[in-house]
Every structure is written in structure tokens, then in C-alpha cells.
């Protein structure tokens, strides 16, 4: 079994779980709790509890908080924006994520290979276009793209979230990809 | 003179000043004190205050907290990130930064239109280099170029506050197309 | 469990088993026997025999014949291939394979997300960066290709056998997109 | 007259005509006579019967096997593909093909240089523009570039050896530009 | 501030005014009276009175000549091709010109930083769509291109104006970069 | 034979030859007699004398005139640079240029196909590499790039007339391209 070279390339070391600060370290045993491991973003970032905190904060009210995307759409464009990306990091962990919610373990792969082979409903299909661009070419998104969200059926309020999901992964595949970020590996065979 | 069309393109209305809860009033306040106006991202996330504290965290950490890079080099890669992404927003508040921290008006154009023609220090060189790959390339970062950075002298955890500036404009610019969020005007004539 | 949509998209029928002629329905129960399926490229060519046995013919040579690369060196060829033209197909047989062949699963997720986070020899990650150009950007191969190539210890029908590989699954890759071919469900689950 | 550097850059030498097995010399005898010269494809091929039979049996069943698509049409194909990937040893073999076949020596240089130049039925460029983006981004191709094709004409079976030709070309210009493979001289004025 | 490195990189320098041909000195003095300086490109040309005369002749036929095109409209397309290409000179030089003639300093930010984001007529933002395509992707304009400009009002006079302007920055910003031409500094100051 | 579908695409009419002033008649009376036509290029811009004047003056100094660079050279750089951009006008003109100049038909091919493949002083190949850098993307040129011109022993002044000629190129193509202009047919069989 090829074993994770490291949690990241950076000599900016994890602490040990015993020298967080309270609050961290009840933030990990719930992790443990619920997801049965610290993922591994979360313990890179925690040799600063301000950094930790911004980033927990941002991503659990964009991909927890109330939308009117599914859990699961959110993590379908987080599994696409990273397949555009290639980021190893989020394609493990989002990829179980969307075997997890979906039931549906080839849609993980699905979404990690080439959304463009999926059988997605027109709403979803527009969904991942709109993020497959505003990933590789932002600067060409104009009031057309908006305007194809919409006639779809996607709300002003939806493409809100929409397009700070597909920028949420683009920081998070590039702060990944740039310090080498290595997932857990109980990853990979989640939900298969 | 060419009237902003909105502050941005969605139908996610930005709440009047008096409408919001006490403590963003208070920052608001505050941003006018400092800045002499609220810039209109935080104006645009305050629909909503969860979302509007993640971000500012993030920022002000990142952009404001202690770093091994001067605010002026981050300011840097700020704009040279949304100089390779064309987001208006971020070239016009963060190009006025530059001119701003750097009493320079030259540089600041000189990262919006191209970081290549400006004359640096090697070191600030090679991490725009960096900053500039990351940003068009995620997928083919290597250990090489961590070694890179490394070799021209940024330290490790240097290399985390470049890495995580590059990851969160490419964020914020994605966010900014993608609702084509107009710039407060007030940036285009700042230290010039 | 999301239903793969057809074998194929073309109105090509696969022809039912019994109606093949004897020498297919022979090659064919050896797939059964040693594979447990007859992959759907195989059956989606049995439509017109010449041309499945020149495809098989020209990948059997390829994959299974003497060479200087180890059969797992091929698949991982294929699948880093395959990974920049995002063919679906081809990154779930050929992905299940790196798995089955290396007895590492998180090496097949690896050549299939982005070769760059695996750890591997530089003589391997030469071969790989290889096939990377030659797939991506084939005009700008040049006589220093095929030096680094050698310079790390491939001999020259090594390098052959590289091109080979690689030009294979260019074609493969193509023709499995351009009919959205799919996968048997089967190599999702494999040696995982 | 600038002489060929060699057939190929590879140490992997072409055998002498008398060495090669009774099979193989009869096939270049054929060539010689049908087509005035062994081609140097089949000549760099020739060291390992089995590669040899198994890349001839796949060209001359798609090139010269019954089909929907002309012979001329296939060479069409042929061109615009190798334009795109810039193949030397494609470019200039097949570019002779369309000059004979076509009778038009200025088709043959439209394929070369740009063949949206070229005056062509509506099907004939759909079909064109369908083989530039199948070689171009292949994970793009999706339902609706096939429906276009259908739309303007060509059948499912048309589609087939419309993709099968593209993507045999895309293996072939990879074959010959990682081995910078030369074509006979021959190609250069015939048909002019 | 950043002091200017040079007029430009090579060593073929620039004739100091006094030694230049009566002719050209008479040309500067025009440029001083008019603009208020000579700019560095036409500095740059003076080793050459042949070479001076054919470029400023070529630009004054195409930016002050009789035109479908207002002088407004053809510095936008100059900044809009500049922006495209990276050329901190001609960003400069043609950003302070659309400043100046249309009295609006923030339409000269736009078309530097993304003329997208401008509100402009359906005409002009045709047009600037044309100048974006002709600059990235020559190779890919076709009759339906120029068929979208005269659908929405352009003559084909104009057309060849347009696709004239296009063309002659592809040029100037080619070889501004080629050897690093700096802009007067005058310029980054001019009508803010 | 494809006949020419028109001189160009734009409804601006290609005077008669009698009905231009007297200096252009003579001018087209020397094309006749040194090429044995008047390009089709030039004819296209008689319908203004000053845009002809302005265009032969700057094509006649840059391309005829004194250089470091052989007439020759400047040739395979304007192929070079056409085959990027695939340009059919500059393709065939050029081509046919270098196939005269240098008396070698294969060349020609090879400058309009994929330089890379040709036998080339290192020299050369480095004045192409350029040419092919500063067409495909002018925004990374760098000191770097001049340096290297430099090293292989190109003088300054030398790297002005590369970086004019590729220049003038990617001006010439682009309105080329625009307009649809359609070669002389001569050029195509010429120096064969």
C-alpha cells in the first residue's frame, strides 16, 4: 500500500493533538465522532487557530449551512472544480463525500473522471457548466452565464451559492495542490 | 463618467446600513473611518452576517496578520493573481493598495498589466512566478517549485502565507465574476 | 445506483453474444474466464470483426507483450493518458488495473487524479512526465524529450514502447469519448 | 535539397528488405508497386512483425475498408488532425493523399494550413469541425456534438468511423512526432 | 516611484535628439507641442528614419485617418488587444488615450482590466468580443464571426477597420514585449 | 481544382487596375514583372492608397531591406510564425518564399508544418523558438528570452529585426485571417 509521504511538504509541523488549545481539540474529537478521523486539511491548518478557525467557519456555512443546493450538489462542484484543478487532496475527499451522500459510488467517480459522462438532470448539468467555467476561465463569465442558470431554474440566492462553492475549492484546491496536502487515507475506500 | 450598473449582478439585495445587526454596523463604521467608505464585497456579503464574518476573518487574517510577506508584497500577489483571472473588483481595490502601501502609482499598473515588465528583487520575482503558476497551472505544481521559492530565500512557512494568498484571491476573484460585483469608485483615483 | 445509460451512445448495435461468429464467441469466453466480463469496448467493436480484432490484435501487442516496461508501467501510461483527455472509460478499466496490478489501491487513484502527488522513482515519473506531453502538447516534442527519457536510464525501444503506449491511448480515449462508451460497472468496485 | 536526418530518431534500426520474413517482404513489394515506395511508417514497424501487422490491418481496414465516408474524406480527416498536432510525417504523407485523390493540389494545402479556409459542403465541415475538437478537447465532446453531426447528414455509423479515423490519426502523429519520424521525399512533389 | 529601467532592453540605442534628421526633428517637435512629450516608441524607431516613418505613417493612416470608427472606439479596441496580450506599453499609452477622449477614466480601467465588465452598446461590445477572438484565436474566425459584426451594424468597410486596428497591436505589443519598450511616465498620470 | 471563392470576404472591392492612380499602376507594373503578379494582398489594399503605401513601405523595410538576417531567415520566420496563428495567406505566400529562396521544397514544408522537425543551425532554431514564443504568448516574454538569442550570437540589432519581423507577422496573419484573404493560386506550384 503506497504510504502518504506526509500530511504536507511544508516543514510548518502539525502539533501533536495534546498541545491544541481546548477549543481545537474538542473541534477534533468531534470530527473523530462524526467522521471517525481529523481530515488532514484540518490538522495542517491547526498550528494556527486563527487560520483553522477562518477556514472551518467559511467551509462548514457554505457546505452545511441552509441552501437551496442539496449537501450533495455542493460536493458534486466540489469534486468537479477539483477535477478541472486536479487536486488530489479534495478529489479523495470530496469524491467520498459524493459516493457517501449519493448512495451512488459511480457518480463519485463520476464526478472525479468527467461530469460530461454523467446522466444528470438539465438543473445539474447547468450546474457543473457554470462551475466547469468559472474554474477554467473566469475572466470569460459574462451576464450570459447568469442568464442560463436562471432559465433553468436556479435562483439568484442559488447562483450566490453556486459560484462561492466553485470559488471556496478553487482557493482550497490551490492551497492544497501548493503545499503537496496529502488526504487520509480512509478516504478511498469510503462508500465504494 | 461611466456610472457603476450595480454593485453586483444578482438579485441578493445588499440590506440599507440601518438594517443590519449592531455588530457589522460597527465594523462598517469602522471600514468608513479607516478606508473612508465600505468596500462593496462586504457590502455584498452582508445580506447574510455568517457569511459576511467568515470572509472577513479570512481576509483580515491573511491580508492584515503577522506574515513573514510585508502587507505590500501580499498586496502584490493579490493583484497579480487577478491580473491573470481579469477580475475587476480585486485589480481596482487591490492595484490602489499597491499604489497606496508603496507610495509607487507605477507599480500598482505595473502588477495589473504585467508583473514581468516591473523591475524586483529576484526574491519578489520568483514569488510572483509562483504566485502566477499556481494560479494558471494548479495542476502542475511540483516539489520543484516549492524548492524554487526555498532556493531564493522564503522560508517554508513563508511559503504557506504566499500559497494561501495566491488560493484565496483566486477565491475571491471567482466570487467577484461571477456576480460581476462592481468596485467602489472612490478606488480608481486613489493614490495616483 | 446510477444505471450506466447504454454501452454506447450510437445507434451501433453491440450484437447479442450468440449471434457473433465462432471465433469471437470463443475470445470472448476467455474474457469471461479470465477477466469475469467481456469489457464493453470489446463488445461494442464485435458489431464488425476485422475491426475488432485489429483493436485487440494492436492492444494485445501493446499491453501484454514482451517489453522493456513492466505491465504495470503500461497502465499507469494509460491512465495518466487518460487522465488528461478525462475519458471516462478508460480511467475505470485501466485505473482498476493500476489497482489490481500494483496491489495498491491509492496508486490507482493516484495515476487517475494526478500523477504528481504519487511518490514514485524518477525513472517513472520521467516516463510519466513523458507521456504527459507528448498527450497534451505532441508539437513540441524534441530531440531533449527523448535525451531525459534516456538520460534516466530508458533505453531507445523503451522509449518506443513509451510512444507507443501513450499514442494508443490517445486513440482509445478519443474513440471512447466521441460515443461516451461505458464502462461495465464491474471495474468500479475492483481492488479497491 | 534538405536531406531526411534518418526515418526515425530512435536507436531501434529498420532491418535491411532482405532480412524481413517472406509475409512482410511481399507486403513492401506490394507497396513498392501500388504506391511507388515502402512508407517510412511501415519501414519503422517493420522490426517486430507483430506491430507492423497489427498497425497495417487497423489502417487498411479504416482507410481503405467500405465506409460512409469517401477514402478522400478519410484523408481529409487525416490532415486536419495531423494540423492540429503538427505532424511533420502525417502532415505531408496524407497531404499528398488529398492532392491525388482530390485531383486539387490547393485542397490538399487547405487541409495543411487551416481547412476553415476551405469552400466545403455544410456536411463535409461539420464533419471537420468535429474531428479539430475530438483532437483538440477530446472531455469536451458531448451529446450535442454528435446530434450536430447527425442534424447536417451523417449517420450513427458515419459518426463511428468519422471518430474511429480521428482517433486513429491521434495515434498515429503521437506515434510518429515522439520518434520524430520522417516521411519519403517522395510525398513532397507528387500530385502537385 | 518606480523609476523607468530603460526606453527598451536591446542595445541599439536611442539617437539623442539633436543628431536626428531635420525631417524627424520636426516630427518630435509636433509630438512635444501636441502631446506634451515624444512617446518611447516612436524614441525607439528613431535610429531608423525608414523604419520610424513606415510605423508612424501606418499608425496615423489607421488611428486618426477617416474612419466608420470613432477615435474612442479604436483606442478601446487597442487596450482591449493589449489587455489580451500583456503589453505594459501599450496598456499604458492607449489606456490614458481612452481616458482622455472619452472623459471617463474608469471606461480606460475597464478595457484594461476586463472589458467585460463594461457597460457598452451591443455594437461596441461586438466589436470588443471580435478584437478579443481575432487576438487569442486567429485561426478560428470564420464568416460567421464576421457575419455577427454586420448583424449588429457594422459595414464591412468597417469591418476591415476593425480587423486593421486588431491586427496592428498584435503587432505593436508583440514587439513592445519583444524588447521590453517602457511607456512615459507622463501617461500613468494623464486624465484620471 | 477548388477555384478561389474571392480575393477576400468583405464587400470592399478590389479596384480595377486601370482605374488606380498612376503611382500604384506602376508599382503593380514591378510586381508583375519581378513575381509575375501582384500578390493578392497588395491588391486588396488599393482601394486606399495610403493604407497600400503604409503597408508595402513597412513589408519592404522589414523584409527587403539591410538585417542581420538573410532574406531567407525572415522568410522562415514569417512561416513560422503563419503556421501558429494558420494563417492560408501568409502560409502559401511565405512558403512558397522560403522553397524559392533557399531552393529546398522540403524546407518549405517543414517551416509551414512543425519547424521542430528540421535540421536547423542552433542559431536558427533559436530565432524560430522565439518567433514561436512571442506569437503563442508575448505576455511571458522575459529578459531571459533576449538573453538566450544573445548567447547563441544574435546582436541586439539583430533581435530588433526578429521581434519586427515576428511582429509584423502576427499583424499581417490576423488581417488576413479577418478578411478571409485567399492566396494568388501561382504561389501553390511555385518551386516545387
Not at 481529523?38 to 491548518?45: E, G, R, T
Not at 462561492?164 to 465504494?192: C, G, K, L, W
Request: with cysteine.
Amino acid at each position: 500500500m503506497s504510504q502518504p509521504k506526509y500530511i504536507h511538504a511544508l516543514d510548518v509541523p502539525v502539533p501533536e493533538r495534546k498541545d491544541l488549545d481546548a477549543g481545537t481539540q474538542k473541534y477534533f474529537d468531534i470530527c473523530d465522532e462524526k467522521l471517525g478521523m481529523v481530515p488532514n486539511v484540518l490538522a495542517s491548518y491547526s498550528f494556527d487557530p486563527a487560520k483553522l478557525r477562518a477556514f472551518s467557519d467559511m467551509y462548514g456555512d457554505l457546505m452545511l449551512g441552509d441552501s437551496g443546493l442539496s449537501k450533495l450538489e455542493r460536493e458534486m462542484i466540489a469534486v468537479v472544480v477539483s477535477s478541472v484543478n486536479k487536486c488530489f487532496y479534495c478529489l479523495t475527499a470530496h469524491g467520498a463525500a459524493v459516493r457517501e451522500l449519493s448512495g451512488d459510488p459511480i457518480l463519485g467517480e463520476l464526478m472525479v473522471m468527467n461530469y460530461r459522462a454523467a446522466e444528470l438532470s438539465p438543473k445539474q448539468k447547468t450546474m457543473l457548466d457554470f462551475a466547469n467555467k468559472l474554474t477554467e476561465t473566469p475572466a470569460k463569465i459574462e451576464e450570459e452565464d447568469r442568464k442560463t442558470l436562471r432559465d433553468i431554474g436556479w435562483s439568484d440566492r442559488d447562483i450566490w451559492d453556486i459560484s462561492a462553492t466553485v470559488a471556496f475549492f478553487n482557493m482550497s484546491n490551490r492551497m492544497s495542490v501548493a503545499i503537496d496536502m496529502m488526504p487520509n487515507e480512509a478516504y478511498h475506500s469510503q462508500a465504494r
